[in-house]
């Protein structure tokens, strides 16, 4: 599975209190669950600063974390910006075998 990184901003007119950012989240999930079944919610974090949410996520490809986005983006009313993620450890591996190649 890889893994990536949403950063979520909700649109202002899509909410006007708690409990209706709570029923759209729940929705925009309950549509993610559905349409994504193979893709696994690792963390989610409430941001100060121009986004408000930040989640990572894994999904089997490309294609399903666009799916991912685009739900956020019409079912939640959110601008979301996706990223590809590579663990840290696996990175210095990369790395390690391009100096070596060098």
């Given amino acids: 599975m ?14 006007h209190t708690p409990k209706e950012l709570g029923t759209l989240e729940r929705q925009a999930m309950d549509h993610i669950h559905a349409e994504c079944p193979k893709v696994k919610w690792m963390a989610s974090y409430a941001l100060l600063g121009p986004y408000d949410y930040l989640d990572i996520f894994t999904a089997p490809d490309i294609e ?10 019409t079912w939640g009313h959110a601008y979301s910006e996706v ?3 590579t663990e840290w ?3 210095k591996g990369m790395i390690e075998k391009l100096r070596k190649a060098a």
């Fill in 2 to 15: 890889n893994t990536f990184v949403m950063l979520t901003r909700v649109s202002p007119e899509a909410v």
């Fill in 64 to 73: 399903t974390a666009t799916k991912v986005s685009t739900i956020m983006r």
């Fill in 83 to 85: 990223c590809p993620a």
């Fill in 89 to 91: 450890n696996k990175f």
